[in-house]
């Protein structure tokens, strides 16, 4: 196989000098690689493509970005948005699955992953929502974030003023860009549903602009994709296409890394991490070196495998694993959290109204002929643009129970047993965060959801519920073809069991009174009932696709993996730029948050 070619053959290789970007193909990498870069970042998603192109904006700087999956063919299923939700080429998707979830129904739930160049974001629905303005760490908040949003977008809202009137869209340009990489548009065409006019009977806010700072309320949201093509903006597109002829930018494909190589001391320039004993230097990965720094951008659920496999992690596990320990870093793979989703919950009652799931025949075809000859119509709509985030306050008059019977327990009680002091303490930490926000009524605690077909999905937006991802090999990226049955995932949903009876709200039933099968048993007369209501959640309870937190930018002592400027705790120079870093799941869309992260740490 090429890739093994790579791994054995490059060492042979003599140095070359950059010529061009190169996306380095697998049967010809070894030709074209570098010895050495002053920066390798590990994995081509948002973190990892957003860094790559920053970091090259400066010529003098060389950046190796190594992705395991492939470039994507840019397919229909990949750039139309009205196909989102109908499936991708497997082979983008890691193939990963939960354990089985023994606080629903011990079934094991698929956690589809972006395996490609591009990430999660070749895969991902394309509504983006920025976290509102109650979110955590100094620095990182919304003020501290605000910036990064705006540097990372291109906004565009030029709908005219019978749309914007109908779906009540006012934009703030004040909190947009206009000059970034990532287009951010509202799609041109809007499925009209009841959907905003029923939660705002219920007492929910409108929103004009979501992306404003306050995102309690219900909403039209804007996607990223193109305004011209009206197709997917990714980070693929956004930041890597336009850098392509920066010669000091190589992105191999196809190149799965399998360590991190750590050695004994170091300290890098410019980078201040507290003082740890003697700080371990990240110097390559595989027969590559790097100068400055490694940048592991693999991802929520990868970048703590790949740091446990290096040897930064619990002692215990590693031990275990029989891998030397360079780093005892308890949170690694610690603190994972994630909206969890039910879908669907509710069709809509009133049939009469046009949706996706009536174009077939001969108005697939015209659909499609309108998408790719004018950029308009229903293709252009992914599957979800319209959706509330009602506070806990707005969506049950027992929010103050709920709230009280969380906050009665004790803070490790829901979690699993043998925890690290330090990670209760951050647990604990978390948890006082989280009752707070759920008492506020600018943020949400629920995502419900208004789909293109007319199915309403549920989701938790601030779940207490923690979970865990382990290494259970120290090769588990050896051979691609096992890395799946390699990686222990364990969100523990609603391993706090508010986290599901949190879905299951007053206000709910009020939205839909006539759910489909298996809710539909309840619809008799007399009370819901609610054993049977429970059951369902746990039964269809999925993935909205945010794992986070699992390598937590948190103070050490709290169960951390990354200071404040994202410097892995005990290193000099590996710095971790995804979605994992950030230590509660915001109550948003994640892929903004992301990219903001990752626009910020370049400075
Ligand atoms: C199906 C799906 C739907 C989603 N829907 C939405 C949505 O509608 N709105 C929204 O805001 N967000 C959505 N998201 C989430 C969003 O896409 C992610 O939050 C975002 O992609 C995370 O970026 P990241 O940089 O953390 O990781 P990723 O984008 O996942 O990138 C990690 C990359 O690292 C690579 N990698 C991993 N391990 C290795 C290794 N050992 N060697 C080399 N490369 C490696 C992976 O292949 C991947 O390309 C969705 C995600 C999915 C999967
Ligand atoms: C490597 O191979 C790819 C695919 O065959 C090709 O497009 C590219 O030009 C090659 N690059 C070099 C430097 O030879
Ligand atoms: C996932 O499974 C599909 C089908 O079984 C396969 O084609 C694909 O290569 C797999 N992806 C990975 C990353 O192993
Ligand atoms: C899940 O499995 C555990 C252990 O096998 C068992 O005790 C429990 O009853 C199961 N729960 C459900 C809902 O099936
Ligand atoms: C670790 O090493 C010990 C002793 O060499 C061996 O018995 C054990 O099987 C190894 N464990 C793993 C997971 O490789
Ligand atoms: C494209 O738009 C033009 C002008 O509105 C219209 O006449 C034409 O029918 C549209 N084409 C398709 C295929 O929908
Ligand atoms: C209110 O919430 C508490 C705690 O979750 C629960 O025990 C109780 O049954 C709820 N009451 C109603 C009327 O839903
Ligand atoms: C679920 O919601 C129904 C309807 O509002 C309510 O009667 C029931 O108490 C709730 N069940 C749980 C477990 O919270
Ligand atoms: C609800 O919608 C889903 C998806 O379109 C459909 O499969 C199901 O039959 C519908 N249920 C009812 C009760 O209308
Ligand atoms: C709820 O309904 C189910 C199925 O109809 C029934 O078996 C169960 O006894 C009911 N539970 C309560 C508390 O009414
Ligand atoms: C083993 C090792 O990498 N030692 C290094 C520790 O740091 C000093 C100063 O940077 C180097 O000279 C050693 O080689």
Redesign the pocket.
């Known amino acids: 196989m090429c890739f093994v070619a790579f791994l054995h053959l490059f060492i042979l290789c003599t140095l070359f000098p950059v010529a061009e970007c190169l996306f380095l193909h697998p049967c010809n990498i070894s030709d074209s690689i570098l010895p050495s870069y002053d920066y390798i970042v590990v994995g081509g998603g948002v973190g990892g493509l957003v860094v790559a192109n920053r970091l090259t904006e400066d010529r003098s700087v060389t950046v190796l970005v190594l992705e395991a999956g492939k470039l994507d063919f840019p397919a229909n299923s990949v750039t139309v948005p009205g196909l989102v939700g109908h499936g991708w080429d497997p082979a983008y998707d890691w193939n990963i699955s939960t354990i089985p979830q023994e606080f629903l129904d011990n079934s094991t739930i698929p956690l589809p992953l972006g395996h490609v160049v591009g990430g999660g974001t070749i895969l991902n629905g394309l509504p983006t929502t920025r976290p509102g303005r109650r979110s955590a760490n100094p620095g990182w908040g919304w003020r501290g974030l605000l910036p990064y949003f705006m540097k990372s977008e291109t906004f565009v809202a030029d709908m005219d003023s019978k749309v914007t009137r109908d779906f009540n869209i006012q934009t703030d340009m004040s909190v947009h860009g206009t000059n970034g990489p990532l287009e951010v548009t509202y799609p041109r065409f809007l499925y009209i549903s009841n959907f905003l006019q029923g939660v705002s009977e219920l007492g929910v806010p409108l929103l004009n602009d979501p992306n404003a700072g306050v995102m309690a309320g219900a909403m039209i949201v804007p996607s990223t994709m193109s305004v011209q093509s009206q197709s997917r903006a990714d980070s693929r597109t956004a930041y890597l296409d336009g850098a392509i002829s920066r010669p000091n930018l190589h992105l191999a494909s196809e190149q799965t890394v399998t360590r991190i190589l750590i050695g004994a001391n170091g300290s890098a320039p410019g980078i201040n991490v507290p003082l740890f004993g003697e700080l371990r230097r990240a110097y390559g990965v595989q027969s590559v070196n790097c100068i400055m720094e490694v940048i592991l951008a693999a991802g929520a659920i990868l970048s703590p495998i790949l740091l446990q496999v290096s040897g930064i992690g619990p002692a215990l596990v590693l031990k275990e694993l029989n891998i030397s320990v360079q780093v005892d870093l308890p949170g690694v793979g610690q603190n994972l959290q994630d909206h969890a989703m039910v879908q669907p919950f509710y069709n809509y009652t009133n049939t009469c109204l046009f949706s996706a799931a009536d174009i077939a025949g001969a108005i697939l075809q015209?659909v499609e002929?309108?998408y790719f000859?004018?950029h308009?119509?229903p293709w252009t709509a992914p599957l979800i643009s319209t959706t509330a985030f009602p506070s806990l306050r707005s969506l049950t008059a027992n929010w103050s129970s709920i709230l009280q019977s969380v906050s009665s327990c004790s803070a490790e009680q829901h979690l699993p047993p043998g925890q690290h002091p330090t990670i209760l303490k951050g647990y604990d930490q978390q948890r006082q965060l989280l009752l707070q926000f759920l008492n506020w009524d600018d943020v949400g605690a629920l995502e419900v959801m208004a789909d293109s077909i007319g199915t309403l999905s549920v989701s938790n937006l601030h779940p207490f519920s923690r979970g865990t991802v382990r290494a259970l090999s120290a090769d588990v990226f050896a051979s691609s073809d096992t890395v799946a049955a390699d990686v222990e995932v364990d969100p523990r949903y609603c391993s706090q069991p508010e986290d599901c009876t949190i879905l299951n709200t007053t206000a709910m039933q009020q939205l839909m009174p006539k759910p489909p099968a298996p809710w539909d048993k309840m619809a008799g007369p007399g009370p819901l009932n609610e054993t049977v209501l429970l059951d369902a959640v746990q039964r269809n309870l999925r993935t909205e696709f945010h794992p986070c937190g699992t390598t937590s930018m948190m103070p050490f002592e709290l169960g951390g993996v990354v200071n404040p400027r994202l410097v892995v705790y005990g290193t000099a120079n590996l710095r971790v730029v995804d979605g994992g870093i950030m230590p509660l799941v915001p109550a948003a869309h994640v892929q903004a948050a992301v990219y903001a992260i990752a626009e910020k740490v370049c400075l």
């Open positions: 015209e002929d309108e000859t004018n308009t119509g």
